[in-house]
């Protein structure tokens, strides 16, 4: 009877870690991939990853900027500055244009790596 019982907790313990392997194996959570958080709390509300909502499809949208990723940051940041700073006929300004004059809200307290996580994270 002993031996039954060592033998049921043996084969017990290695199914057990069996499925530890499988999960360490899947990859991240999704709550641990960068900017997915960060896009669902500042940007989900407006936009998606490849459709137009109120605001356009953030998919391919840092080579739409023709890498010039400082000027797509601060876009993000605060649009209507970079709209004042470089008008109407900048990348900016047609966006602006295009999208009916929509203000986006400002997101001055994101950083920099956080924007840009957001923006990978829609290419996925």
């Known amino acids: ?20 392997e499988q999960k360490q194996d899947s990859g991240p959570a999704e709550a641990e991939v ?6 669902q709390s500042n940007c989900a509300q407006c936009h998606a990853a490849k459709e137009d909502r109120t605001g356009p499809a953030l998919s391919g949208a840092i080579g739409r900027w023709g890498g010039d990723t400082a000027k797509m940051i ?9 709209i004042a700073t470089d008008g109407e006929n900048s990348y900016a300004g047609k966006l602006y244009i295009k999208w009916n004059k929509s203000v986006m809200p400002l997101h001055t307290s994101l950083s920099d790596a956080e924007v840009m996580d957001i923006l990978r994270y829609m290419d996925k």
């Open 1 to 20: 009877m002993k031996k039954m019982v060592l033998a049921f907790l043996g084969a017990t313990l290695l199914a057990a870690c069996g499925q530890n």
């Open 34 to 39: 960068p900017g997915r958080q960060l896009f």
């Open 74 to 82: 601060a876009f993000v940041k605060n649009s209507q500055q970079v």
